[in-house]
């Protein structure tokens, strides 16, 4: 027997006044959890300063992410990545509009907005397998990293001893931590396909809380701040 | 307490929801604290085993070998399974024992009881919390069982004897399952962590303020936020672990020639990972030591009859060593080529904690100072507590200074010191927690109190017996973890001392089945308590109904009016005054803590 059922049977459980800082205990356990997987994620870009800082040389991201899935030619850097971080960054917007219709109750416009959020994480993970599949295909991977200080290398010159291959740290640490993201985005896409799917099926109407949509919107940004850190870090410097 | 069968029986529970998947904290408390002793038993059986190796390194012990198979050829213990039971004796107890054993009974059992709710936030998770343990458990202990043995590379994992699984036996298949059993250890410890902090903060009952909470529930409380913050780093290190193990990265590996063929791994940092395990590490051993501080506090108070000595000051002392314990992790790295003068940061930061520890043992002291005191069991596990707290802590300034390290680290030093303030004194904490509230725990039966007498001293007694004499050969230089010391003629003179430190090892763990056995016999045959507050708490556990039901209380939730030590309190009729009693008109012209 849950808690809850338990109050309804016995009368307020609190009755003690005001709750803590005003909210239910899921959202408090929302943000504990975010707190404690934000510990996680600054572990991990903890780990690539200490590594990147300790490797002789660093490819500059300009000449590794260059190109754009199905646009011929490597003159467009960070161009690809710019719109992904957009895509992940308007699913934002549409959630905090999920989350306002919610409050006043409109489950039309929840259902509309989780559908655009969701659609946008979709879209933001289909970018991340292309950029992957790009990244591989060019040769990166966690044995071998072709962007070398005097340009692409393939594995063969590198064992010939005619050219010098890059850190391997960096495909190491690119595909572990934009993964460990991206899963974070799966789920948090799956998460919302479930809340979608209550929603549709009038759950939170039912009850007249919506505040299910605000617990995973609170994930889904926290999800999309990681990813500004890690655009940041990949990316930027 | 009259209408205590009124509303109790809702409904009847099966056995299965009732007994294995209940979601009813006061039986996930007894489910943690039932399966933490098995593994208490299991891991101080390894250091018997352990214990008679180094005791009597030349003598052969033919029973070992039935027992054992080929892990005691010949009746001596290998050294391959020597240092597998040395890694999993500190896993078991550390992990399995004194975080999920000590926190999991007790925040379980006294969350709900003492801030006066009907069960946790939530319910649900709280059972995941205890399967995922469980699960845990199974595997760790399936691991026991594998042809190479168990993780054997110290429970600390250091790359790369965990990275390289060709490394050793343990680095083998017993790593891989060390690594999914802590992988499933740290999701339930958060699971119950997060439920911890967000039903003492919101579930509280009327007048329950949080400076009106009994201190366990503020060392839970801060025991709960450790755990929040400090497993996620051992979780991404792990990860990263399993990718070095099993995917080829080189995150933890540089420069490994193993039979003169350089591995292709460079360009890691086995230091890095020894930083990210003590960011977990070093806080695990206040997830460890504040459960069974609270615990302490309460113990000594109510059995002391007088109010707990500087209650602001025992949390802002929490607080302080809630915050410390994340920023002193490199004191566990002063030899791992640390920087001088990051080390001498470190060193100032972890002799710093002995000033909120300090506070403590002086208020535990003033606070039994003169009081009326009762020795139960409990009294005297509690008060052991103070006495191993002091012991072990004073040696923590000698090994927190990082020059006298260079001479004391990696010695029998830091293993005696360790013990006695960490593993002695939260086993007392929590031995304190179950004399206490076992009348809580299994409706109004007590344990015996002469047996818990005989088991208080023999435990003292040995337990001392066994860490006492390693500071002495830990100070002349006699290191941890080795097998035999027959190759070094200058320790032959310790030879004699390693066997009475066995000894009494053997006789300490023989003593705990006094314990054990008074535990399991006195849930059919205790005596019942003819109270339901057999000691006069003044805690709103001891308002409910010796029969468990989920809910707690039959009637309405309690009012609570006044803070949990009203004890002694000059003018009143008794010598306690529950927490539930409202406060007179001259206490409320007080300007006291109410």
Redesign the interface.
């Known amino acids: ?3 809850e059922a ?2 309804q ?3 307020n ?5 005001t ?3 005003n ?4 959202k ?2 929302m943000w ?2 975010l ?3 934000a ?3 600054a ?2 870009l903890i ?1 690539y300063g ?2 990147r800082f ?2 002789d040389w660093w490819p500059e991201p300009l000449n590794v992410f260059n190109t754009i899935p199905g646009v011929h030619g490597n003159s467009y850097p960070l161009v690809f990545v710019t719109i992904m971080t957009f895509i992940l960054i308007v699913s934002s917007v549409t959630m905090v509009l999920a989350v306002y219709d919610g409050h006043h109750g409109n489950k039309k416009g929840v259902i509309k907005w989780m559908v655009y959020t969701i659609i946008g994480g979709a879209a933001f993970l289909g970018c991340q397998a292309l950029e992957w599949t790009h990244l591989i295909h060019e040769g990166l991977s ?2 071998f990293n072709p962007f070398g200080p005097d340009g692409l290398v393939t594995k063969e010159a590198v064992m010939a001893g005619t050219a010098v291959a890059g ?3 960096f495909g ?1 640490l690119f595909f ?1 931590i934009t993964g ?1 993201h991206g899963t974070h985005v799966l789920s948090g896409v799956v998460i919302n396909i479930i809340i979608l799917v209550n929603t549709v099926n009038g759950v939170y109407e039912k009850s007249g809380d919506y505040e299910m949509i605000e617990k995973v919107g609170l994930y889904w940004h926290f999800v999309d701040l990681v990813w500004v850190f890690v655009f940041l870090l990949f990316y930027l410097i | 307490m009259a209408d205590t069968h009124a ?1 109790g029986h ?2 009847e529970e099966s056995f299965i929801s009732k007994y294995i998947f209940s ?1 009813d904290h006061k039986m996930i408390a007894k489910q943690f604290l039932i399966t933490g002793i098995i593994w208490g038993v299991i891991g101080g059986l390894m250091s018997v085993l352990f214990r008679l190796q180094l005791g009597w390194p030349l003598e052969k012990f033919p029973i070992l070998e039935t027992l054992l198979g080929h892990w005691a050829e010949g009746g001596q213990i290998v050294p391959e399974f020597y240092y597998a039971l040395v890694t999993m004796h500190g896993t078991i107890l550390v992990f399995f024992v004194l975080t999920a054993g000590l926190s999991g009974t007790f925040a379980n059992l006294l969350i709900p009881y003492q801030i006066g ?8 998770l709280n059972m995941l919390s205890f399967w995922f343990f469980f699960l845990a458990s199974a595997i760790m202990f399936y691991s026991l069982f594998l042809p190479h043995g168990p993780a054997a590379g110290g429970w600390t994992i250091y790359p790369p004897l965990s990275a390289l699984p060709q490394a050793i036996p343990g680095s083998g298949d017993g790593m891989t399952f060390w690594l999914i059993a802590m992988a499933l250890f740290i999701v339930s410890s ?1 699971m119950g962590g ?2 911890y ?3 003492i ?8 303020s949080m400076t009106r909470m009994p201190l366990t529930i503020w060392a839970i409380f801060f025991t709960a936020i450790i755990g ?6 051992l ?3 792990a ?2 672990l399993i ?1 070095d193990r099993s ?5 933890y590996l540089a420069d490994i020639f193993i039979g003169g063929e350089a591995l ?1 791994q ?4 086995p230091i ?1 990972f020894q930083h ?1 395990f003590w ?1 977990l590490g070093h806080p695990e051993v206040y997830i460890v030591i504040l459960p069974a501080m609270g615990i302490v506090s309460e113990v000594l108070s109510t059995n002391a009859r007088k109010p707990i000595f500087g209650y602001m000051a025992m949390i802002y002392s929490i607080l302080g060593i809630t915050f410390l314990s994340f920023i002193v992790w490199a004191h566990h790295m002063f030899m791992s080529g640390l920087n001088p003068f990051i080390g001498s940061i470190f060193m100032v930061l972890t002799i710093i904690i002995a000033v909120p520890s300090a506070v403590k043992v002086f208020n535990w002291i003033a606070t039994i100072w003169k009081g009326n005191i009762r020795f139960t069991p409990a009294m005297l596990f509690a008060i052991g507590f103070v006495s191993t707290f002091i012991a072990g802590g004073v040696t923590g300034i000698f090994l927190g200074n990082s020059t006298i390290d260079i001479q004391l680290h990696d010695t029998y030093f830091v293993v005696a010191h360790f013990h006695i303030v960490m593993a002695l004194s939260a086993i007392f904490g929590m031995f304190a927690g179950v004399y206490h509230w076992y009348p809580k725990l299994f409706h109004g039966r007590m344990m015996n109190s002469h047996m818990g007498y005989l088991h208080f001293f023999a435990t003292l007694l040995t337990a001392y017996g066994v860490f006492w004499p390693m500071h002495y050969i830990g100070m002349a230089g006699v290191p941890r973890r080795y097998y035999s010391f027959e190759n070094f003629t200058t320790f032959n003179q310790f030879d004699g001392l390693n066997a009475f430190i066995s000894a009494c090892a053997i006789i300490g763990f023989a003593a705990q089945f006094i314990f054990i056995a008074n535990f399991f016999l006195s849930i059919f045959w205790g005596r019942k308590s003819k109270t339901l507050n057999p000691w006069n708490s003044n805690t709103l556990e001891w308002t409910t109904p010796l029969e468990h039901f ?2 707690n209380w039959p ?3 309690p ?1 609570v009016h006044r803070w949990a030590y009203d004890y002694s309190k000059p003018g009143a009729e008794n010598d306690y005054i529950p927490q539930t009693t409202p406060l007179t008109e001259e206490e409320l012209k007080e300007p006291a803590h109410h």
Do not use: C
């Not at chain 1, 459980?13 to 006044?17: A, K, L, S, Y």
């Open positions: 027997m849950s808690a338990i109050t049977k016995v009368g459980i609190w009755g003690g006044g709750r803590p800082f909210v239910r205990y899921g408090m356990m504990f959890f707190i404690s997987d510990f996680t994620f572990t991990l780990v200490t590594l300790s490797a966690l044995y850190p391997t740290h190491q572990f460990f | 509303h809702h409904h979601q709710a009907r069960d946790m936030a939530s319910p649900l958060l997060l439920n902090v967000v039903t903060l919101n579930m509280r009952t009327k007048g329950m929040v913050l400090s497993f996620p780093a979780l991404a290190a990860l990263l990718f995917f080829g990265t080189s995150f292709p460079v360009g890691g940092s890095l990210l960011f989920h809910g009637g309405e939730i009012e």
